[in-house]
T-cell receptor, first 114, second 110 residues
């Protein structure tokens, strides 16, 4: 089946620095990638939708200059948290969508900003 | 506004004690309803997709059903390894992104 590889699984960074999270689709091409954020005991909240080769569409309340999404190829999408602050600490999950495979989720990245 | 509500928030069962989890939804038009299992610190693991009222799907000890307003995930004779958070999500006519509920955290003790 389809697999999305997400890295890193855990990252700790200092306040004010930037962190990049990668999601790679293995053995299939992901034209659409969704990025979610999940706080403890909360739902997965959609942050943005990205389509290969075009700008990401951000949900209301998500700062596009803070959460930079790049989907430059059909197998790689990245989320960069810029100037991270403790309130950005969360669990970030990507999900690829294709007609053939439906939704395929990455394993998630636990970000801790200290 | 499209919305998904799951209940209960947490459920504790003894091994072998069957029960059901509820997912009620409000969407402009339902393309599909999805059930996932999520273990701590992991991404969601796909269980079922249901598309129309009356549809049912089974997998081992799990059975999912769908009506026009809600879905149930029935767990028959659960085992400790069934302990996880179960997420319900809908895909609405208005887009492809899934809308998730908060989940039900299931704990099964032996």
């Amino acid at each position: 089946g389809a697999v999305v590889s997400q890295h890193p699984s855990r990252v700790i960074c200092k306040s004010g620095t930037s962190v990049k999270i990668e999601c790679r689709s293995l053995d299939f091409q992901a034209t659409t990638m969704f990025w979610y954020r999940q706080f403890p005991k909360q739902s997965l909240m959609l942050m943005a939708t990205s389509n290969e080769g075009s700008k990401a569409t951000y949900e209301q309340g998500v700062e596009k200059d803070k959460f930079l999404i790049n989907h430059a190829s059909l197998t790689l999408s990245t989320l960069t948290v810029t100037s991270a602050h403790p309130e950005d600490s969360s669990f970030y999950i990507c999900s690829a969508w294709t007609e053939n495979y439906g939704y395929t989720f990455g394993s998630g990245t636990r970000l801790t900003v200290v | 506004e499209d919305q998904v509500t799951q209940s209960p928030e947490a459920l504790r069962l003894q091994e072998g004690e069957s029960s059901s989890l509820n997912c009620s939804y409000t969407v402009s038009g339902l393309r599909g309803l999805f059930w996932y299992r999520q273990d701590p610190g992991k991404g969601p693991e796909f269980l079922f997709t249901l598309y129309s009222a009356g549809e049912e799907k089974e997998k081992e000890r799990l059975k999912a059903t769908l009506t026009k307003k809600e879905s149930f995930l029935h767990i028959t004779a659960p085992k400790p390894e069934d302990s996880a958070t179960y997420l319900c999500a809908v895909q609405a006519d208005t887009g492809t992104a899934l809308i998730f509920g908060k989940g039900t955290t299931l704990s099964v003790s032996s």
